[in-house]
């Protein structure tokens, strides 16, 4: 059977990094338990159908929720969906939100993105020798647009067509976690023009990036940040609630986005030529 064929019936072509509120009520989901060279992903991938397309999705934080945000091990999460077939991938996660008018269960499709994280892996060509020997080189990919424009377009059509108006663009910024912001940090933010602050947004754009995937973040406010707000700042509990009373909603969107994305085969952007003209010194998946 060639990789094609196996790929149709075990693999997927979508993936979703997102926990089960996602893809438990699907029928049919199989689990698969996938290694990389970099270790475990955060949990097994769990195979569904939707819309007539293959999806894999990937438990963030683990099922569960038992890994923080610095804790991830985010590269092996996004080669563990490249070796299972995966070119396009949507990253739903919950943010704070820099600017009053960016009130809980606003939903923005970002833009732009700063990287304000300090101890995560965030390249696979770090010349780090892999287990099997291969030796990645240097590389150093293309990073102005870091979220794919077929999946923006995809990600903003499915929420008006469900009647949630999004915000189209906008700069997350990613912090280390897992704490929140002090206010300090908050105004800061909020100063430099930024819209929605998050702790897992990076380094999945730039590591699937790094892979040819393409990668478009969906961002559901939860609260307001601790700079915007005039209570005590974000709670968790907080963060909990508004994401619970969305997830219905957001999945709609997101089984929308998925039927509209192109077949992997068909992809008219510039994602998986990110790594053209470059020797990587290693297979990818
Ligand atoms: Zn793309």
């Known amino acids: 059977m060639s990789d094609a064929e196996t790929g149709m019936k075990t693999g997927a072509e979508i993936g979703v990094i997102g926990g089960s509120g996602f893809y438990s009520f699907l029928d049919d989901v199989t689990e698969v338990t996938v290694d990389t060279p970099y270790g475990p992903p955060s949990d097994s991938l769990f195979l569904g159908q939707v819309a007539g397309r293959r999806v894999a999705f990937l438990p963030r934080h683990?099922?569960?929720?038992?890994l923080a945000p610095h804790r991830i091990n985010y590269r092996a999460n996004l080669w563990a969906l490249r070796s299972v077939g995966v070119r396009q991938v949507l990253g739903p996660c919950?943010?704070?939100?820099?600017?009053?008018?960016?009130?809980?269960?606003?939903?923005?499709?970002?833009?732009q993105l700063v990287d304000r994280t300090k101890s995560r892996d965030q390249s696979y060509f770090?010349?780090?020798?892999?287990p099997d020997g291969s030796v990645p080189n240097i590389v150093h990919v293309a990073f102005a647009d870091p979220y794919c424009p077929?999946?923006?377009?995809?990600?903003?059509?499915?929420?008006?067509g469900r009647d949630w108006e999004p915000v189209d663009g906008g700069t997350l910024v990613v912090i280390e976690g897992p704490r929140f912001s002090t206010r300090a940090e908050?105004?800061?933010?909020?100063?430099?023009?930024?819209?929605?602050?998050?702790?897992?947004?990076?380094?999945e754009a730039v590591l699937a990036r790094e892979l040819g995937l393409c990668y478009t973040s969906l961002t559901l406010v939860t609260d307001l940040d601790a700079g915007t707000?005039?209570?005590?700042?974000?709670s968790h509990a907080?963060?909990?609630?508004?994401?619970?009373?969305?997830?219905?909603?957001?999945r709609e969107v997101l089984f929308d986005a998925v039927a509209a994305l192109p077949g992997s085969a068909?992809?008219?952007?510039?994602?998986?030529?990110?790594?053209?003209?470059?020797?990587?010194?290693?297979?990818?998946?």
């Open 62 to 66: 683990g099922r569960g929720h038992h």
């Open 94 to 111: 919950a943010v704070g939100g820099l600017r009053p008018e960016y009130g809980p269960g606003t939903l923005l499709v970002p833009d």
């Open 126 to 130: 770090d010349g780090e020798p892999l």
């Open 150 to 160: 077929t999946g923006r377009r995809a990600a903003l059509a499915a929420a008006r």
């Open 186 to 203: 908050s105004r800061w933010h909020a100063a430099q023009g930024w819209s929605v602050v998050g702790m897992t947004g990076h380094p």
């Open 229 to 234: 707000e005039s209570g005590d700042g974000v």
């Open 238 to 250: 907080e963060v909990l609630k508004v994401f619970g009373a969305n997830v219905g909603r957001l």
């Open 266 to 285: 068909f992809r008219d952007c510039a994602c998986g030529s990110a790594l053209e003209g470059w020797d990587l010194g290693i297979e990818l998946p």
